[in-house]
């Protein structure tokens, strides 16, 4: 155990190495001068090399990386070239909206797409099913943000030209001041994104369950005189259920992404609509900072699914 | 009063192409205590009829009656089958590994049965499972109580299995081919082990199985199903020694432990018919060696004899005995001084990392020696796992092996440079076990069989395809199905396209890799009687590898019996069997179940003749 | 030679191809699914068409008759018959291109992403061992990357065009695909008719063309018509975010950004709906297509359970 989750861990690492590699010379190799962008336009040739001297912008390219990577790890990851703050605080002060969205996601998704799937998988042909199956299709094919702006328009908009208020337009409220008024404002980022993301894992799920409920073991399970519940959701949701959390590893990227549009549809201010500013601003430090933090993030959540992996299926244990 | 008491049952599975009518009119009882045999080859229904009287198959419309202790189980709501099964009615199915839920542990799995049909607290179910598991012969069960399927061996689990059937101490047991994915010596055991239980508990059993030799021994009464119909049913050691019905006798001759070895096969011939049609006459008809053209045209009627077989046939009495037996074994001294294949001191040793990085070795082969004649067959037989699969395929180049050497037609096959090897490929060719597997799904059989000639550059074009219609037609296969898919071709037939494809050489020697275990037994006798066909016209050499000792006896000159990565007996075909030298040799004869030889039916004397509607 | 020769298979079986366009032709929602993917494909061929017809250049602004005086677009009329946008560009012209640019970016990035994947899948799953180690490490590491986050990194380095785009696709979408691949090629290299042509000779890339590829013809048509629809809204969610297609070329993303921009939609409804339905409708079309593909090349799937169900109840009515 101690073996596999050090690999896992040193995968992990690598990732990230390659993903720091990655953005680290992007930039290097990608026009305009950071100097430049940080003086501003009426910075002289001296206050440019002074300022790339403090960077440590004259040093060899590998040199620089290996300072940067250095300072990296502790935490620092230099300044913003917009207002000259620290990168990490920056980003901080971003995580709550994001992580508030991604795990109240995380949580609707399942709700919604498990149930979804093992119905339509229970009857198969039935209207059931096809409601299900239809489901599964338009959240698939449904981008998230033209979700995103259709829920506005019907559920904020049109009920407020109408004189009420059903849901609020968007923005961020923290949690620590009122559980109710963020929840709230979260309610309509929250169903846009687990919607979508929700028919990937109903289909899954209905796929995974077809198959279980044709194996043996749940011939047996009936043999014994076991409740069609009982068949469904002990003997067959335990088998179904390893695929379903190896999936879940792989979504998490999936889940990112759909956040960085969510933030911008709704206005959160998170760590994606960050992204987005940054890469208008052309702040690349800023830029560096979010892609290594959505890296650590998948590979924590990977190792974390991989663990649960090898907990649920007694073979490999 | 029976137990279970059937009658008239029919059970229809509506399915794309139209609906299987895969149980027609289906009558028998079962005594109380006894074994009840249902025997058949793959098709004939006889599981679909045990589960669909279960309750077991959604989909399929069954009708009909079927009374377990008086009360019909056709038609009864979901609820109160529910508790009858498990609690009255226990099931046991063939492969014990995907029969039992991999992700509970089997004290989780038999207390769960318990507590379906019992108020009982955990503790006490945990101390029935407990004895329970100690009465089927489970090692250590308190320790073992906690433990996954994965960890159990294939017999073991199956023990698991019937310990699960039997804890709620049902009336009747339902074990559908329990021993079919299971190794010949462990066969035995289980099958003691249910008669054991048998007898024990006073549970009735329904034993479900192709093997009309295991039931030879063990049943009481016993019932033979062809394509949904019962054909014969009466007594077991009435129909099993003189079979009233051509289908019986036909399945009892297609077996080679009823000849003398070398002797040509007597098989059924043809294959079973759709399922989705209704023949006018009998549906044996078309197969039947006795059929006149009444049978074809009109439904036979039932025969019941004195002697409490019923038969489903126009013959008055039994068919005319067992056919004479060509007894002279007509291969003698055919093996000629030339090796084909020599295989010396051969190793292959694994290295196997465990999920957690825990290495170590598996020895498949330790140290063979083996020589192949020319014009000889070797048998080569051994349980699963005992690695002769392995070394026929190290023999044909398919699998490394750690030391040792490997000479074919007096050349080393390690010394030979890429382009030798290949050349060396045409002199070695293998028939494969599965006939599904071992044929390309995505590709016509002409270019199937055509392959050699392609991959060797030996013919293209029109004597491509003309030297492939001689090979099919060699083979017993019509030459204008060249076109065709192998999907279209039934079991017994793809094994001839493979056979096709690996004479296509003219290889010096063919390596058979259970060629037939995956055939019904009559289908079994006509490709066995192909192999000795082709074998006596050209002169081939076989390395035929099996687990069926019958088989291999009928078919080979001298036999290797493996066992654990070595040959602990290697000798002629008949010495070995009648004084087996190995201690381990004399297991597996023990262990294998040969069936009954026919005798004609003396004093048997027609009773009754009812008139039967479809 | 055989007395015991095997009687003739009477039944008269179709080519697989003909059975698959039988089936696919039954299944109406597939059917449905394709007329809608004809009409997006004429949308896309006629669009210099219907800019004639209408009179409007995808790009030319109308600031008198497209918009109010107040500087509000127009809603859909006799003249904009889908409505303007916020610079009084005719919605229905900019639809037309913006299909043109969906369609080739989903379907070029796809077929590379596919063509990437079975080349990838074929030689990890085939050759094994280190190549195999190395391989599976690759698509591990491209499957746990933010591939938004990186794109837009990579998009805002190297400056957004069409090209990067689909790189950019490409890129982040072959590794699920060549994961499905191996793991079939490494099933379908233990079956038995791989060994028979290893026992008869054959090297490994007549196995791999020979025998492999075409047993995986199923997975990688349909893996293919799912990657479009991924393909599409990949590319309309890059230009949503500013770092797709560069304006004022017309794109669907770029066009819903526009909307949303100053939450201009709220007040003009077509600019979210018009381009948000049309990118819904192709990409649940290719979805429903690539669902119905797969059930009419492998009916082993779903379809046939349902059929069973339907007839089991019309059999049951008396």
Same mark, same amino acid.
């Given at each position: ?34 100097? @430049? ?34 300072? @990296? ?23 709550? @909206? ?24 229970? *009857?198969?042909?039935?209207? $059931?099913? $096809? ?53 709230? *404002? ?19 799920? $209905? ?27 002990? *003997? ?82 | ?614 | ?39 997006? &494909? ?91 180690? &190395? ?184």
């Amino acid at each position: 155990m101690i073996k596999f989750l050090l690999r896992r861990i040193s995968f992990g690492v690598g990732v990230l190495l390659a993903l720091s590699l990655f953005v680290f010379f992007l930039f290097f190799v990608a026009p305009g001068d950071p100097a @430049a962008m940080i003086g501003g336009e009426k910075a002289s040739e001296t206050q440019l090399t002074q300022i790339r001297k403090n960077l440590g912008l004259d040093r060899p390219l590998p040199e620089q990386y290996v300072r940067f990577l250095g300072k @990296a790890v502790t935490g620092d990851l230099g300044f913003s070239y917009r207002n000259q703050q620290p990168v990490t605080k920056i980003i901080m002060r971003r995580v709550p @909206a994001t992580l508030s969205l991604v795990i109240g996601a995380v949580v609707l998704w399942l709700a919604i797409g498990i149930p979804i799937g093992v119905m339509s998988a229970r *009857h198969p042909g039935t209207l $059931r099913d $096809r409601l299900g199956q239809a489901f599964i299709l338009v959240g698939l094919s449904f981008p998230t943000f033209v979700l995103g702006m259709m829920a506005l328009y019907c559920l904020y908009f049109l009920p407020r030209q109408a004189g009420f208020t059903l849901f609020p337009a968007g923005g961020y409220k923290a949690f620590t001041s009122d559980p109710l008024i963020w929840a709230w *404002h979260l309610a309509l980022p929250w169903m846009t994104l687990a919607l979508t993301i929700a028919a990937v894992y109903a289909r899954l799920t $209905r796929g995974q369950m077809l198959e279980v409920m044709g194996e043996d073991y749940i011939r047996t399970a009936r043999a014994k005189g076991a409740t069609e519940r009982t068949v469904v959701w002990k *003997h067959g949701m335990r088998a179904a259920l390893t695929p379903l959390v190896t999936q879940l590893g792989s979504d998490i990227a999936l889940l990112l992404g759909g956040a960085i549009v969510i933030e911008q549809v709704f206005g959160l201010q998170g760590v994606g609509a960050l992204a987005v500013q940054a890469v208008n601003n052309q702040d690349r430090p800023i830029i560096i900072g979010v892609v290594l933090l959505g890296g650590l993030f998948i590979v924590v959540a990977n190792i974390i699914v991989d663990v649960l992996y090898v907990l649920l299926d007694p073979r490999v244990r | 009063m029976a137990v279970l008491e059937v009658r008239n049952l029919r059970v229809e599975i509506p399915t794309e192409d139209g609906v299987v009518q895969a149980v027609r009119n289906v009558s028998f009882s079962v005594r109380p205590g006894t074994l009840f045999g249902i025997a058949g080859e793959s098709g004939s229904g006889k599981s679909v009829l045990t589960q669909s009287i279960m309750g077991l198959t959604p989909a399929a419309e069954v009708s009909g009656e079927a009374l377990f202790e008086g009360r019909n189980l056709v038609g009864m709501p979901q609820s109160e089958m529910r508790k009858l099964r498990g609690g009255k009615i226990a099931m046991v199915f063939q492969d014990p590994l995907s029969s039992l839920h991999p992700y509970f542990t089997i004290g989780a799995q038999i207390a769960e049965a318990l507590h379906f049909h019992e108020k009982i607290s955990p503790a006490q179910a945990r101390a029935r499972v407990i004895e329970m598991l100690s009465k089927v012969g489970i090692p250590d069960p308190a320790a073992r109580v906690d433990d996954y399927p994965h960890q159990f061996s294939g017999g073991m689990r199956q023990r698991v299995m019937i310990a699960m059937a039997l804890v709620l101490k049902p009336a009747l047991v339902i074990a559908d081919e329990p021993t079919t994915a299971l190794d010949v010596t462990v066969q035995a055991q289980i099958i003691e082990l249910l008669d054991s239980m048998r007898r024990e508990l006073g549970t009735t059993i329904i034993l479900i199985t192709h093997d009309l030799g295991l039931l030879s021994n063990v049943a009481d009464d016993v019932m033979i199903m062809y394509a949904g119909n019962r054909m014969e049913y009466g007594p077991a050691d009435r129909i099993l020694r003189s079979p009233a019905h051509p289908y019986t006798t036909g399945l009892c001759r297609s077996s080679p432990a009823n000849y003398e070895p070398g002797a040509k096969l007597a098989p059924i011939k043809g294959r079973p018919p759709s399922l989705l049609a209704t023949p006018r006459g009998c549906v044996f008809a078309p197969r039947c060696s006795e059929a006149t053209p009444q049978c074809a045209s009109a439904p036979p009627p039932l025969r019941v004899f004195d002697d409490g077989v019923e038969s489903l046939c126009w013959l008055e009495a039994a068919p005319a005995g067992a056919k004479p037996v060509n007894a002279a074994p007509d291969f003698a001294a055919k093996a000629k001084p030339e090796k084909v294949a020599e295989v010396r001191n051969l190793h292959l040793t694994y290295d196997v990392g465990g999920f957690f990085g825990e290495r170590r070795k598996l020895d498949v082969l330790k140290g063979i020696d083996l020589t192949v004649w020319r014009g000889e067959t070797l048998g080569l037989v051994g349980e699963s796992g005992c690695g002769k699969s392995t070394l026929a395929r190290a023999i044909a180049g398919l699998t490394p092996t750690t030391s040792g050497s490997i000479e074919l037609l007096g050349r080393d096959v390690g010394a030979l440079t890429p382009s030798e090897w290949r050349a060396m490929r045409r002199q070695v060719q293998v028939v494969f076990q599965d006939p599904y597997g071992s044929l390309n799904p995505r590709r016509r059989v002409g270019s199937i069989i055509g392959d050699p000639f392609r991959l060797h550059g030996v013919a293209s074009g029109e004597e491509r395809k003309a030297r492939v219609r001689t090979l099919m037609e060699m083979v017993g296969l019509n030459p204008e199905h060249y076109n065709r898919f192998p999907a279209e071709f039934s079991g017994g037939q793809r094994q001839r396209i493979g056979i096709a494809r690996a004479l296509a050489l003219n290889p010096s020697l063919i390596i058979c890799d259970e060629p037939v275990s995956a055939l019904d037994v009559s289908i079994q006798a006509q490709v066995l009687n192909l192999l000795r066909e082709l074998q006596q016209e050209l002169g081939l050499t076989y390395l035929f590898i099996s687990h069926d000792l019958s088989v291999v006896r009928h078919l080979c000159d001298r036999i290797a019996v493996m066992q654990a990565g070595r040959i602990v007996e290697l000798a002629e075909s008949e010495a070995l069997f009648r004084n087996p030298a190995n201690d381990y040799t004399r297991v597996l004869l023990n262990a294998s179940h040969v069936p009954p030889k026919l005798s004609p039916a003396v004093g048997r004397k027609l009773l009754e003749t009812r008139e039967i509607t479809r | 030679m055989s007395e015991t020769a095997v009687e003739e298979t009477d039944v008269v079986q179709r080519g697989a191809l003909d059975l698959t366009l039988r089936r696919l032709r039954r299944d109406r929602a597939s059917m449905m699914a394709l007329g809608i993917i004809v009409c997006v &494909i004429l949308l896309a061929v006629l669009a210099p068409w219907i800019a004639t017809l209408t009179g409007h250049s995808p790009i030319e602004q109308f600031r008198e008759t497209g918009m109010t005086p107040a500087g509000i677009p127009v809603g859909p009329n006799a003249e904009f018959w889908l409505g303007t946008d916020q610079l009084g560009r005719d919605v229905l012209v900019r639809l037309a291109y913006g299909a043109r640019i969906s369609l080739l970016v989903g379907v070029l990035a796809s077929l590379a992403a596919s063509l990437v994947a079975i080349v990838v899948g074929l030689t990890a799953g085939y050759f094994g061992g280190l190549v195999d180690i &190395i391989l599976s490490r690759v698509i591990d590491l491209v499957m746990s990357v933010p591939f938004l986050l990186c794109a837009l990194a990579l998009v805002s380095a190297l400056g957004p065009s069409i090209l990067l785009s689909v790189a950019v696709i490409v890129f982040f979408s072959w590794a699920p695909m060549a994961r499905v691949i191996r793991g079939q090629v490494i099933s379908l290299s233990r079956q038995e008719f791989v060994q028979a042509s290893r026992a008869l000779g054959a090297g490994p890339l007549s196995i791999m063309v020979v025998d492999i590829l075409p047993n995986l013809a199923v997975p990688i048509i349909v893996y293919t018509t799912m990657q479009i629809p991924s393909s599409i809204v990949f590319e309309a969610t890059l230009s949503f975010l500013g770092m797709g297609i560069v304006p004022p070329t017309p794109s669907w993303g770029g066009m819903l950004a526009d909307a949303s921009s100053n939450s201009l939609y709220l007040i003009a409804w077509w600019m979210v709906f018009v381009p948000g339905l049309a990118l819904l409708m192709t990409t649940l079309a290719f979805n429903i297509l690539g669902d119905g593909l797969r059930d009419a090349l492998d009916p082993k799937s779903s379809r046939m359970a349902r059929n069973l169900k339907r007839q089991k109840k019309a059999a049951s009515k008396p």
